[in-house]
């Protein structure tokens, strides 16, 4: 384990960037002069809009950026996300310890993580002015191991002095203009995405599908049998016109980001209306 002086002098560089547009580069330093770190993103939730990516590294595994799709309505499956923003959860996390059962299996998995050759990823949840949060990922690849318990625990260990500075930097970060809570609205887009088509009982097993959870925990959450889940499954797919999960998952992030100015209701409907000659 790194030593206080180790870190204490990883702590004097990064002070003179506090407020600088060098600290999120800086912050990320020391993480890696502490613990090996194969890539890391920072991402800023201020209070109820979008989420902005304040600093970004692409993976060399991979041949581009989906954080883009990311931004727009794919944060609301997010593990870390739903964390901190449903549950109040802060501190340090690994991805495993917030992931429901399945969710390797998951599309939103296979997008984020396995095709970007992820092996593992722990990320800092930290709270920020009114209901914002941060969001600091730090991923090892497959070159690389999974992070050890002795490494978390050095995380762990600075994670106050962390969480305090993040709060300076980021203390002006504040809801969208005008009071809009973007991201309420992109929750209600997905609670109520294929309502204009499916059964109350198919919504809610398609929902618990997109947020990655397996036939076994659908059916646990919803007390119903496996057999009954893979049922409404089914009959959801078939009335949606879809194959797959990764169908589904593709055809919720096109209707959400295909929305404009919405307020309320299924974004199917505008989404699967033929275009007006």
């Known amino acids: 384990m790194p030593s206080l002086s180790e870190f204490s002098q990883q702590l004097a560089a990064l002070l003179p960037q506090l407020g600088q547009k060098g600290f999120p ?3 990320i330093q020391l993480f890696r002069q502490l613990v090996p770190v194969s890539d890391a993103t920072i991402l800023v939730y201020p209070g109820t809009d979008l989420p902005i990516v304040e600093y970004f590294e692409l993976p060399e595994e991979t041949g581009g950026s989906t954080l883009d799709v990311f931004v727009k309505g794919a944060f609301l499956l997010d593990p870390y996300y739903l964390a901190a923003s449903r549950d109040s959860k802060f501190g340090v996390f690994r991805i495993r310890e917030l992931a429901p059962k399945g969710f390797k299996e998951s599309e939103y998995y296979k997008t984020w993580y396995r095709n970007c050759g992820y092996k593992d990823e722990c990320g800092f949840l930290i709270p920020i002015r009114g209901s914002g949060f941060i969001n600091i990922a730090l991923g090892r690849t497959q070159r690389g ?6 490494q978390l625990a050095v995380f762990e260990a600075i994670y106050p002095a962390i969480e305090v500075l993040c709060q300076q930097h980021w203390a002006e970060s504040d809801s969208a203009p005008g009071g809009v809570n973007l991201r309420a609205q992109l929750h209600a887009a997905l609670d109520s995405f294929g309502s204009s088509l499916l ?4 919504g809610q097993v398609i929902n618990l599908v997109l947020h990655g959870h397996s036939t076994k925990t659908v059916a646990e959450k919803l007390s119903i049998s496996m057999e009954t889940v893979k049922l409404h499954r089914k009959h959801a797919y078939a009335k949606l016109e879809i194959g797959s999960q990764a169908e589904l998952f593709y055809l919720f992030l096109d209707s959400v ?12 409907i505008a989404y699967l209306q033929p275009p007006k000659r």
């Open 199 to 202: 059964t109350d009982r198919e």
């Open 145 to 150: 191991s999974p992070f050890t318990k002795r």
């Open 25 to 27: 580069a800086g912050l």
């Open 257 to 268: 980001m295909s929305a404009v100015d919405y307020q309320s209701g299924d974004t199917l």
